[in-house]
């Protein structure tokens, strides 16, 4: 399977999606130190909580990488189906299920590494760069353990949602659907109406990781003997 996962990545130039991961960490971070002085003033912490710059770092990060991963998931698997390459690698001497499997794979695992280390470097710049943008960042606990569980669970459950905009384009057969299927979720996971947001919301956040692993073994089911 580690092979296989590795020859997805080597396949699809890798390198492409590390350069423009690191591109949209650079841009979130100045964004994020742009408006940093304002969401840690007091009328802020007032209307939303002292937790409000994390909140903006998790906000910003996540809807990114849901976008991030959808559209990997277009390239690495719809697009291959569109392209009739799955023809050609489901006639190697390999079950079908392992192939989709490590492409699968290949995009999850890419993306939680993405999004670790995104938030990761993230929060150590407006540490280290607090006293120069009149950041007080408390609510940044970089010395606590819980602080970086809570960022691998996050990570893990925002990359695991967007695979429920998959079916999207496998039925559709297109990979502009799976990016637009993945635009929704991050409008119902991220976005609000009013004072009314989905953010944060576990029970509704479990509803979407429960989709997302139905839809993964829909994709694998009866592969073996699907006509592609």
């Keep these: 399977m580690l092979k296989l996962i590795r020859l997805e990545w080597k396949k699809n130039r890798i390198g492409k999606y590390v350069r423009n991961a690191l591109v949209l960490t650079v841009v979130l971070l100045l964004m994020l130190l742009a408006v940093a002085g304002e969401l840690e003033s007091q009328e802020t912490r007032f ?10 770092v998790d906000m910003f990060t996540n809807l990114s990488f849901i976008i991030f991963t959808s559209v990997m998931l277009g390239s690495f698997i719809v697009g291959a189906y569109k392209d009739k390459t799955m023809n050609l690698m489901f006639s190697y001497p390999i079950g079908r299920k392992m192939i989709l499997g490590s492409q699968m794979a290949a995009v999850w695992i ?4 993405a999004l670790v280390l995104s938030k990761f470097m993230i929060y150590a710049a407006l540490t280290a760069l607090k006293g120069f943008f009149g950041i007080s960042a408390k609510s940044i606990a970089l010395g606590s353990g819980i602080f970086y569980v809570e960022i691998l669970v996050d990570s893990a459950v925002m990359v695991s949602i967007a695979f429920a905009a ?3 384009g496998m039925f559709l057969k297109s990979s502009k659907a799976v990016v637009v299927a993945g635009l929704v979720i991050v409008c119902l996971t991220q976005g609000n109406i009013g004072s009314f947001t989905l953010l944060g919301n576990i029970p509704f956040y479990s509803v979407l990781v429960a989709i997302s692993v139905v839809s993964a073994f829909l994709a694998l089911y009866r592969v073996e003997t699907r006509d592609i």
């Design 47 to 56: 209307a939303y909580g002292s937790d409000m710059l994390k909140s903006s």
């Design 110 to 113: 890419f993306n939680f590494a």
């Design 166 to 168: 998959l079916p999207a």
